[in-house]
């Protein structure tokens, strides 16, 4: 008789192992994780932009962090660094295009780290691109709201401090070989 021996064999039907066990699991979608991010870092961009524009009219200044740290309202028509000033329009289909791409490609994510990162690039470049639509001079022109400064370094906004994380967990995660379905390479 089979399985007489009080041994009893293995399940191969994975119905029986945990779903980490598992080969093939399917992870958990994190849709909604990415989504969560990006409302968040957009949320926070438009509020703080609206408090500067309203409260820190040039030429006044918070200076914090024994000067370190400066929170003025600078406006920015180009991109990092003031690059590219005649460029803004451009800066708006490139920030179409990116948010477009993270959209498509959210229906992939499966792993939480890449749901992060893109959610922190989707809300960035949305947040900058409010700025290029309605504001001065007008749609798909306007100006960036930028109100950080610290020494050495542009002024910059939350939008952008967004990116620029989502931009380097990006470098890691591909470094590290991770996949956006979670697996590694």
Same mark, same amino acid.
């Given at each position: 008789?089979?399985?007489?021996?009080?041994?009893?064999?293995?399940?191969?039907?994975?119905?029986?192992?945990?779903?980490?066990?598992?080969?093939?699991?399917?992870? %958990?979608?994190?849709?909604?994780?990415?989504?969560?991010?990006?409302?968040?870092?957009?949320?926070?961009?438009?509020?703080? %932009?609206?408090?500067?524009?309203? %409260?820190?009219?040039?030429? %006044?200044?918070?200076?914090?962090?024994?000067?370190?740290?400066?929170?003025?309202?600078?406006?920015?028509?180009?991109?990092?660094?003031?690059?590219?000033?005649?460029?803004?329009?451009?800066?708006?289909?490139?920030?179409?295009?990116?948010?477009?791409?993270?959209?498509?490609?959210?229906?992939?994510?499966?792993?939480?780290?890449?749901?992060?990162?893109?959610?922190?690039?989707?809300?960035?470049?949305?947040?900058?691109?409010?700025?290029?639509?309605?504001?001065?001079?007008?749609?798909?022109?306007?100006?960036?709201?930028?109100?950080?400064?610290?020494?050495?370094?542009?002024?910059?906004?939350?939008?952008?401090?967004?990116?620029?994380?989502?931009?380097?967990?990006?470098?890691?995660?591909?470094?590290?070989?991770?996949?956006?379905?979670?697996?590694?390479?």
């Amino acid at each position: 008789m089979p399985g007489a021996t009080g041994a009893s064999a293995p399940s191969t039907s994975g119905a029986a192992q945990p779903a980490a066990n598992r080969p093939s699991a399917p992870l %958990k979608r994190r849709v909604g994780v990415l989504l969560a991010i990006a409302v968040t870092v957009l949320t926070l961009d438009i509020v703080s %932009k609206a408090i500067v524009v309203a %409260k820190l009219a040039p030429p %006044k200044q918070i200076r914090l962090l024994g000067g370190f740290l400066t929170l003025l309202e600078s406006r920015n028509p180009g991109a990092a660094f003031s690059l590219g000033t005649g460029l803004t329009a451009l800066y708006s289909v490139i920030a179409i295009t990116v948010i477009v791409v993270i959209l498509r490609t959210s229906r992939r994510i499966r792993s939480l780290p890449w749901a992060i990162t893109l959610g922190l690039l989707l809300g960035g470049a949305t947040g900058n691109l409010m700025d290029r639509i309605f504001r001065y001079p007008g749609p798909f022109r306007g100006w960036v709201v930028d109100w950080i400064e610290v020494p050495h370094w542009p002024v910059f906004n939350l939008a952008d401090s967004a990116i620029v994380c989502g931009g380097i967990l990006a470098v890691l995660l591909s470094a590290r070989g991770i996949r956006l379905d979670g697996r590694r390479d």
